[in-house]
């Protein structure tokens, strides 16, 4: 908490990020700092959680237009929306709730909220 993950710079209308890794001993290195460090899904799930939790087909996208680097597509071996527990909990709904069969009669008599937060997820 509290460090710079990467910086960037504008160029037209995206943003150009830098990263450098702890272990390259400063020097630039790809967008993916020290992915040789973990294994391709491991370095997917981190950059999914970096940009938003952005879906598999977006982030397929990225990768083809060479707008980000060090990341190998051919050896995936899941997708990240698979194994990222937000993701999968976000697309969960809820039913219904049982009709109490009583009506209010006058304003405030019953109130119905959602109360949730915070959030645990770390970005």
């Known amino acids: 908490r509290g460090r710079v993950v990467l910086t960037g710079h504008r160029e037209g209308n995206l943003y150009a990020l830098e990263c450098r890794a702890a272990s390259d001993g ?27 939790h952005i879906g598999v087909g977006q982030f397929e996208r990225l990768v083809r237009h060479n707008l ?3 990341i190998d597509l051919n050896a995936r ?10 993701c999968v909990m976000s697309k969960q709904s809820r039913g219904r709730h049982a ?8 304003s405030m008599e019953l109130v119905h ?11």
């Open 26 to 52: 400063g020097q630039r290195g790809e967008l993916v700092g020290a992915t040789h460090a973990k294994p391709a899904n491991e370095v997917e799930n981190l950059w999914h959680r970096r940009y938003g």
């Open 68 to 70: 980000v680097y060090g």
């Open 77 to 86: 071996k899941a997708s990240t929306t698979d194994t990222c527990e937000t």
């Open 99 to 106: 009709s109490t069969g009583h009506k209010s009669e006058r």
């Open 113 to 123: 909220m959602d109360v949730c937060g915070p959030m645990p997820e770390e970005s």
